[in-house]
Nanobody, 119 residues
Framework: QVHVVESGGGLVQAGGSLRLSCEAS????????MGWYRQAPGKQRELVAH??????TNYPDDSVKGRFTISRDNAKMDLQMNSLKPEDTAVYYCNAEWRPSPYEKYESWGQGTQVTVSA
């Protein structure tokens, strides 16, 4: 199994920066991809940034392109967030996709870390 834990959230003023970290443990060699999701009050959880084992990154949300950078070093994944805006306020979740065999696929979620950006 794979477990993930986030850290690094907090309160920051608009225009500021925060760095979120996610530490994976357990069978980390089975991880095929990791990602950061966020969920704002009253909204659905959405994918913010994604990184595969070969380092390919994807930012489906156009609003974060050029401001957020995802990176990964073995079992640790970071999200550098710059030029933060009040609309970035949300609970941010770490996600790991792992495959213990070619026929199995699982996801693990962290407990979430609150990011609040004040105007």
């Amino acid at each position: 199994q794979v477990h993930v834990v986030e850290s690094g959230g907090g309160l920051v003023q608009a225009g500021g920066s925060l760095r979120l970290s996610c530490e994976a443990s357990g069978d980390t060699f089975t991880i095929r991809a990791m990602g950061w999701y966020r969920q704002a009050p009253g909204k659905q959880r959405e994918l913010v940034a994604h990184i595969t084992s070969d380092g390919t990154t994807n930012y489906p949300d156009d609003s974060v392109k050029g401001r957020f950078t995802i990176s990964r070093d073995n079992a640790k994944m970071d999200l550098q967030m710059n030029s933060l805006k009040p609309e970035d306020t949300a609970v941010y979740y770490c996600n790991a996709e792992w495959r213990p065999s070619p026929y199995e696929k699982y996801e693990s979620w962290g407990q979430g870390t609150q990011v609040t950006v004040s105007a």
